[in-house]
Nanobody, 114 residues
Framework: QVKFVESGGSSVQPGGSLRLSCAAS????????MAWYRQAPGKEREFVAN????????DYAASVRGRFTISRDNTKDTVALQMNSLKPEDTAVYYC???????WGQGTQVTVSS
C-alpha cells in the first residue's frame, strides 16, 4: 500500500526556516519523481517543488524558487523540503506525493506569523 507520512511542520516567525520530511512506502521509491504541494486556507492545492528519481534535477514554483530546496534520500525512501526566508504567504498544509500515483498523505501544517 502506497503511503506518505509528512512531518516537521511548525509555527515560525517571518524570515525563519523549517525542514519538512516525508517518509514514503509501498512502491519503488527511486523510480518515481517526488513532489511537494501545499494548500493554504481557502485556496486550491498548489505545486511547490519536484525532484527526479535520481535526485539530479529539481524544479520549483516561482513563489519559492531561491528560498526552498527539495532533496531526497533513496536509501531511506525519504524526501525533504528545506524552507528558508519564510513568509506569511507560505502558511499552508504541506504534502508530499509521487505525482503519478493517486495517493496523498495527511500533510503537515506550516504557519508563518509574527
Amino acid at each position: 500500500q502506497v503511503k506518505f507520512v509528512e512531518s516537521g511542520g511548525s509555527s515560525v516567525q517571518p524570515g525563519g526556516s523549517l525542514r519538512l520530511s516525508c517518509a514514503a512506502s509501498g512502491f519503488r521509491f527511486g523510480a518515481y519523481i517526488m513532489a511537494w504541494y501545499r494548500q493554504a486556507p481557502g485556496k486550491e492545492r498548489e505545486f511547490v517543488a519536484n525532484i527526479t528519481g535520481d535526485g539530479a534535477v529539481s524544479d520549483y514554483a516561482a513563489s519559492v524558487r531561491g528560498r526552498f530546496t527539495i532533496s531526497r534520500d533513496n536509501t531511506k525512501d525519504t524526501v525533504a523540503l528545506q524552507m528558508n526566508s519564510l513568509k506569511p504567504e507560505d502558511t499552508a498544509v504541506y504534502y508530499c506525493k509521487a505525482p503519478s500515483l493517486n495517493f496523498w498523505g495527511q500533510g503537515t501544517q506550516v504557519t508563518v506569523s509574527s
